[in-house]
């Protein structure tokens, strides 16, 4: 079979599309997300999530899903409780580079896609506890689903949020 230059043409479009709404999605966690709660704006924070957004929590919870309402709380949880947030992009690949990924080539059971519209997101959060003084890394890992409006309308999340306590009661341990 031989492709003439339009099926080439229309393939090659279609992956540099793909491309382009790949990275406008990265770039909206990186504004949205990172930047809402860095700068502990909950509005910008929240821009970036459909009202109607279903948010499975990094914590074990029975496996509910929760919405908007839930996912502000949390936001908001750690933008009044820690200071000096920064996130790291990358730690996808040890040794290797990276933080945003997207598409799959590979299932374990058949299914792949090539959409640039569920983000895979890694990299580690840091600040300070603003009581204690204490500093803390967070290793994180997110997928989300961006719809056509440019909306997160799902977003999961695995990370551990009880080691933020485990490294402040090992900070005041070490100053007694």
Known sequence: MTLGCNGLNNKNDSLKNSEIQFEKNWK????HHVGGVVNKDINLF?????DSVKWSPPNWNNNQ???????KEAAKNYMDNF?????TPGG??????????????FSDTGN???SPNAIRIY????GNHIESGAPFHLKFYVIQQFNKDGKVVALNEWFDPSSIQVQIDEYLKSKK
């Open 28 to 31: 909206a966690f990186e504004k």
């Open 46 to 50: 929240l821009e970036l999530y459909s």
């Open 65 to 71: 899903i929760l919405g908007k309402a839930e996912l």
């Open 83 to 87: 200071e000096n947030l920064k996130f």
């Open 92 to 105: 996808a690949v040890i040794g290797g580079d990276g933080a945003y990924w997207a598409g799959s080539t």
């Open 112 to 114: 792949t896609n090539s």
């Open 123 to 126: 990299g580690v959060w840091s």
